[in-house]
C-alpha cells in the first residue's frame, strides 16, 4: 500500500495576475456575454432611433401626410428595443448567476478538503460569509461591469475623434486636465479596494460572532445572555457598516474628481478656445461643438469609474475567496473511497508519537506508545486534557503527529492513502455526532450505497428498532438541527449505526459523557460490546460499564501512557486509575 502524499495545493493559477484570476471565472460564459452586450447595444440603437422616427411621425402630420408608415416603424422600434434589451438583461444576469454558482463551487469544494487543522483556525461563519457575500461580489463587476467599461471605451473614443476633428489644440488641453485628475483618481482605487476588503472582511466577522450565539443557542438563552450576544452581534454590525462607509467616502470622492476633470477641462477650453477664437484660429461653432462634445464625455468617463471601482470590489472579494482557495488541501484528500470500506478488524499501534498543536505549544503528546490488537474492546481513560481525543485526531489524520510512529494495521497511517485509511475508519464523536436531516439520511451518511438489510441490520444492532417503530415516519424522521429532537443515547446510538454501515475495521469512539438513563445505558453497553466481537473498538470510556467490559484498558496521563491492563488488574496496581474509577466514572 503506498500513498501518494503530495499535497493538493495552490493550483496551477497561484501566479497569475489577480485581475486575469477574475477574468477567468468568466471565460466559461463569454460567448453568452458577448451575446447580452450585443443585445443591449442593438436595444439602445433602437432607443436612439426612436425620437429620429418621433420625428417623422410629426412631420407627417404637419405634411398632412398619412402617418401609417413612421408610426409602424416607431412601433417596431418600440418592441424591438423593449424585447431585445429585456433579452439582454436576461443574458447578463443569468451570465452573473453562472459566475456567482462557479466560484461558489470552486470555494466550497477548496473548503471541504482543508486540512481539519486549518478548518479549527476559521471561523465558521466567516467562511460562509465568503461563500454567501464575496462570490456575490464578483457578479457585477464580471458582467455590467465589464460590458459598461467596453460601451464606455468606444464612446470615449468616438467622443475624442470628433473633439480632434474640431480643435487639436483644445483636444490637447482637454486630455492634459482628463489625465492629470484621472491619475488622481487612479490613487484612490487602491484605497477602495483595501476598505471594501475590510468592509467584507467586518461582515465576515459580523457572521463569525452570529454564529457563535445561534450554535450555542440554548446557553445564550440559559445564562440570560440574549442582550449581551444582541449587543455584540450589534456591535459587530456597527463596524461593517463602518467599513461600508469608508467604501462609500472613496467611492464618492472617486466620483468628484471625475466631475471636477470635466468642469475643469470646461474651464480651461473655454479660456483657451476663448483666446483662439479671439485670435481668430478658430471659430465660434466649433468652440462651442467642442464643449458640446465635451460633455458627451461625463457619461463614459463616469462609467469607467464606476467600471474601476466595481473592479476594486471584485478584487477585494477575490482576495478573500483566494484566501480560503490557497491554503493546501489534505495530502490526496480528494477521493472519499465510498464502497472499498470492509475486511478484516485491524489493529493500532501507537510507538512514541510526539504532537504538538503548534510549533509553539506544549507537546500533547510527550512519546505516547500502546497497542492495540485486531477486534476486541480497548478502552482510552485518562483525567481531562490527558491526550484521549488527540489519539483519535492523529489517527483520522485531522492532525499530523511530528515524532514517532503510528500503524494501522501494520502499514504507517503515512503510508496509506488518506480516502482509505479514512474508509477502513469508523468515527463517532462525542457531541453532536448528529446532522440535520431525516434519520436515514444520518444513517447513510457515511455510506449512501447501503442496501436497505444493511441498514435494517444496523438498526437491530444499535438497538434502534424499537425508535424507528416507534416515530410517526420512521426512518423519514427530521432529527432536527444536530439531532436536537433525540435524546443523547440515541444520538450516540444514530452514530455507532451511521460509522457500522461504513463496515470499519477499526471503530474509533468517543464515548458521550451525558448522563443516560437506564434503558439508554444498557443498550449502549450491549451495542458495544456487540461491535467489539465483529471489529476492532477504541473507546473514549467515560463508564465505568465500559471499562469493566474492555478487553484491556489504556490509562493516559498528561501525554504519556502510564497503564495498561483489564479493570480487575489496574484497580489493584495503578493508583490514577483507581481514583479515576471511584470518581470520573459515571456509575453504572
Ligand atoms: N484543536 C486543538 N488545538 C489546540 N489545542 C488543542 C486542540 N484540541 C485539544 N487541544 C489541547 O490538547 C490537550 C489535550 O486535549 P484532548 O482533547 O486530547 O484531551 P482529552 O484527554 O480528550 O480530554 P477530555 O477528556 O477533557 O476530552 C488539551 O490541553 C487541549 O487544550
Redesign the pocket.
Request: aromatic fraction near 10%; hydrophobic fraction near 35%; charged fraction near 15%.
Given at each position: 500500500m503506498s500513498g501518494d502524499n503530495r499535497e493538493t495545493g495552490q493550483g496551477a493559477d497561484g501566479e497569475k495576475s489577480p485581475v486575469r484570476l477574475l477574468l477567468a471565472y468568466i471565460r466559461p460564459h463569454r460567448k453568452i456575454l458577448v451575446a447580452g452586450g450585443l443585445l443591449g447595444l442593438v436595444g439602445s440603437a433602437a432607443g436612439l432611433a426612436m425620437p429620429l422616427l418621433a420625428k417623422y411621425v410629426v412631420d407627417a402630420f404637419g405634411a398632412e401626410r398619412s402617418m401609417a408608415g413612421p408610426l409602424v416603424a416607431l412601433t417596431i422600434a418600440v418592441v424591438v428595443g423593449a424585447v431585445v434589451s429585456a433579452g439582454g438583461t436576461y443574458l447578463m444576469e443569468r451570465t452573473g448567476e453562472g459566475i456567482v454558482l462557479s466560484a461558489r463551487r470552486r470555494l466550497v469544494a477548496r473548503m471541504l478538503r482543508l486540512k481539519v487543522?486549518d478548518v479549527?483556525r476559521l471561523k465558521p461563519g466567516d467562511l460562509l460569509s465568503r461563500v454567501t457575500g464575496d462570490t456575490t461580489l464578483l457578479r457585477s463587476v464580471l458582467t455590467n461591469g465589464i460590458v459598461d467599461s467596453i460601451g464606455a471605451v468606444f464612446m470615449l473614443i468616438g467622443a475624442i475623434v470628433m473633439m480632434a476633428l474640431m480643435d487639436g489644440v483644445l483636444l490637447l488641453v482637454t486630455l492634459l486636465v482628463v489625465v492629470v485628475i484621472g491619475g488622481m483618481t487612479g490613487l484612490i482605487m487602491p484605497r477602495i479596494q483595501k476598505a471594501q476588503h475590510q468592509a467584507q472582511e467586518a461582515v465576515g466577522e459580523m457572521g463569525a460572532v452570529l454564529d457563535r450565539a445561534l450554535q450555542a443557542y440554548r446557553t445564550v438563552k440559559a445564562s440570560g445572555a440574549e442582550e449581551r450576544e444582541v449587543e455584540v452581534v450589534g456591535a459587530a454590525a456597527a463596524q461593517a457598516r463602518d467599513r461600508g462607509l469608508q467604501v462609500a467616502g472613496w467611492t464618492s470622492l472617486a466620483g468628484v474628481s471625475t466631475w471636477m476633470a470635466v468642469q475643469i477641462a470646461f474651464l480651461c477650453v473655454l479660456a483657451v478656445g476663448g483666446a483662439r477664437v479671439a485670435s481668430g484660429a478658430l471659430e465660434v461653432s466649433a468652440l462651442i461643438a467642442f464643449l458640446l462634445y465635451l460633455f458627451y464625455l461625463v457619461a463614459p468617463i463616469g462609467q469607467l469609474v464606476e467600471g474601476a471601482v466595481q473592479l476594486q470590489n471584485g478584487l477585494a472579494a477575490l482576495k478573500r475567496i483566494r484566501e480560503i482557495e490557497d491554503l493546501p488541501g489534505e495530502p490526496d484528500g480528494q477521493a472519499v473511497a465510498v464502497g472499498q470500506a470492509g475486511g478484516d478488524p485491524v489493529g493500532l499501534r501507537f510507538e512514541d508519537v510526539v504532537f504538538r498543536?503548534?510549533e509553539d505549544?506544549a507537546a500533547?503528546h510527550d512519546g505516547v506508545s500502546f497497542e492495540v490488537p485486531p477486534g476486541g474492546l480497548t478502552a482510552l481513560v485518562?483525567?481531562?486534557?490527558?491526550?484521549?481525543?488527540?489519539?483519535f485526531?492523529l489517527i483520522e489524520r485531522f492532525?499530523e503527529h511530528q515524532e514517532g510512529l503510528i500503524t494501522v494495521g501494520g502499514v504507517d497511517i503515512r503510508d496509506w492513502p488518506l480516502a482509505d485509511l479514512r474508509a477502513a475508519l469508523g468515527y463517532v464523536e462525542?457531541d453532536a455526532p448528529v446532522l440535520a436531516g431525516t434519520l436515514r439520511e444520518n444513517l447513510l451518511f457515511a455510506a449512501p450505497e447501503a442496501t436497505e438489510e444493511d441498514l435494517r441490520g444496523a438498526l437491530t444492532r444499535t438497538r434502534l428498532d424499537d425508535l424507528v417503530a416507534r416515530l410517526p415516519e420512521g426512518l423519514e424522521t427530521p432529527v432536527g438541527h444536530r439531532g436536537v429532537l433525540l435524546s443523547g443515547g440515541e444520538r450516540q446510538r444514530v452514530a455507532i449505526a451511521r460509522a457500522l454501515l461504513r463496515k470499519p475495521r477499526l471503530l474509533l469512539l468517543d464515548e458521550a459523557t451525558s448522563q443516560l438513563d437506564a434503558v439508554n445505558e444498557l443498550r449502549l453497553r450491549e451495542v458495544i460490546a456487540e461491535v467489539a466481537t465483529e471489529t476492532t473498538v477504541l473507546v473514549?470510556a467515560h463508564r465505568l460499564s465500559t471499562v469493566t467490559n474492555a478487553d484491556r484498558i489504556v490509562v493516559?496521563e498528561s501525554g504519556g501512557v502510564r497503564a495498561v491492563g483489564t479493570h480487575a488488574e489496574l484497580v489493584g496496581s495503578d493508583d490514577l486509575y483507581r481514583e479515576l474509577a471511584a470518581t470520573q466514572f459515571l456509575v453504572s
Open positions: 487543522a479549527d498543536y503548534g505549544r500533547v485518562g483525567p481531562s486534557g490527558a491526550g484521549k481525543s488527540t489519539v485526531a492532525y462525542q473514549i493516559m
